[in-house]
């Protein structure tokens, strides 16, 4: 992400009340999760896989955390097996943070197939999400998402592009 | 070693699985040493879960939430949102074999307050018999789960097969604070209690609520803006 665009996510985590975080670093995101690693308000526990890291949210979600998983949007279908296990079976919200690769703008042949899955499988998952490519809006997106997160029970998403990502 | 190590094959009812504990009796034995301050994540399908409930009065102290694949995990996360409480995990070895990676995670964080207990039949048992016998887990030949939780860092792991080696475990798990595998060689049998008749959403409702008491915290936020109005703050940011 462009660092403007890091700062503001990480703002809006803090200011959704997002106080642990796992996931796995991206080419995109990887400087948030340095951020986030750094800020002493947030528990960060990176994962190699992002199904165990929705698992690990979940987990501190129950323990009374307010949790985040932030990865590639390739990692979605690594955690959809337990998006759908956990909470299609039993309603815990996670707040998913999404880089959106393979959007329109890709640079990278291996980030189509991305592309195209993601959203689908998000409306399969009933995962309600939020496409954020202006960094202006990043903060609260996460805010809305985290929210509706709360009151449903259930993962909110935030797929990240555009402004955010490429300074074109 | 493993002492199945030399049976491959995958459909015929070894003699290997003649060995190790009985499920009902060492869950309960487990249930009766439990710290009454203690969590634990639990299955919410299956005889390990049904068994657990029975032993443990279906006390809400116990998430019945995992299935296979992501129990090990869900406890890692419990186990570090709430580092001041004993946190004991009760898995089953289908699914410790599902998500290999859950012991990645358990070595790497490697929670002080959490034990993991896994029911390690060699089978999978909630599958039901065919013609040729159960179907045989990996473990039941080729895999040693303690010793692959070893390998991914975890400081203390064990193969139990004897109630003496489970008593001098719980006693290790439940008097200090050291992240723990104990692999619970287990003969397989069905059920001897009836199924749950609950449902995840209604184990998280129950598991939240209890947190919640205990921690004296608020976990569930569900009408936070109607909290809001009617204590006059404005619920727009």
């Known amino acids: 992400m462009l660092e403007h665009a890091a700062g503001e996510a990480l703002a809006g985590l803090k200011e959704a009340g997002i106080d642990f975080v796992s996931g796995l670093p991206d080419g995109w995101q990887r400087n948030l999760h340095e951020l986030v690693e750094a800020d002493p308000e947030i528990q960060y526990a990176p994962v190699c896989n992002e199904g165990v890291g929705f698992s690990i949210c979940a987990g501190a979600w129950l323990g009374g955390k307010k949790p985040a998983l932030i990865m590639e949007n390739s990692g979605l279908r690594v955690a959809s097996e337990y998006i759908a296990r956990i909470s299609l079976g039993t309603g815990v919200p996670v707040v998913l943070m999404l880089s959106y690769r393979g959007d329109v703008g890709e640079t990278e042949h291996w980030g189509i197939p991305h592309g195209i899955v993601v959203e689908p499988l998000l409306d399969a998952l009933r995962v309600p999400y939020l496409i954020v490519r202006d960094p202006a809006l990043l903060r609260r997106s996460i805010k809305r998402a985290q929210r509706i997160s709360e009151a449903q029970l259930h993962p909110a998403a935030i797929l990240i592009s555009g402004d955010c990502v490429w300074n074109d | ?237």
């Not at chain 2, 290997?16 to 009766?32: I, K, N």
């Not at chain 2, 657990?52 to 890692?76: C, F, K, N, Y």
């Not at chain 2, 947190?211 to 006059?232: N, P, S």
């Open chain 2, 1 to 237: 070693m493993n002492d199945r190590a030399n049976d491959r094959n995958a459909t015929t009812p070894p003699s290997e699985l003649t060995d190790g504990l009985d499920r009902y009796d060492w869950l309960g034995r487990l249930a009766a040493r439990l710290p009454e301050d203690a969590l634990v994540m639990a299955t919410y399908i299956g005889a390990v879960s049904f068994e657990w409930a029975h032993h443990t009065g279906e006390h809400p102290r116990s998430a019945h939430l995992g299935q296979m694949g992501d129990v090990i995990g869900l406890a890692v996360g419990l186990a570090l949102a709430l580092p001041h409480r004993k946190v004991m995990c009760l898995d089953g070895d289908g699914s410790v074999l599902m998500e290999l990676g859950q012991l990645v995670a358990l070595g790497q964080h490697c929670p002080a307050n959490l034990v993991v207990f896994v029911v390690d039949n060699g089978c999978y048992e909630s599958i039901g018999w065919g013609p040729g016998g159960r179907r045989l887990s990996a473990t039941a030949s080729s895999t040693d789960l303690a010793a692959m939780a070893a390998a991914a860092g975890v400081p203390h792991t064990a193969n139990v097969t004897t109630f003496d080696e489970l008593d001098a475990e719980m006693e290790l798990a439940f008097t200090r604070n050291v992240c723990s595998f104990v692999n619970v060689r287990t003969l397989p049998g069905h059920a001897r209690v009836a199924p749950r008749q609950t449902d995840g959403f209604e184990d998280k409702y129950r598991f939240v609520r209890y947190v919640e008491q205990v921690e004296g915290t608020q976990i569930l936020h569900l009408a936070r803006q109607d909290r809001q109005l009617m204590k006059g703050q404005n619920p727009n940011h």
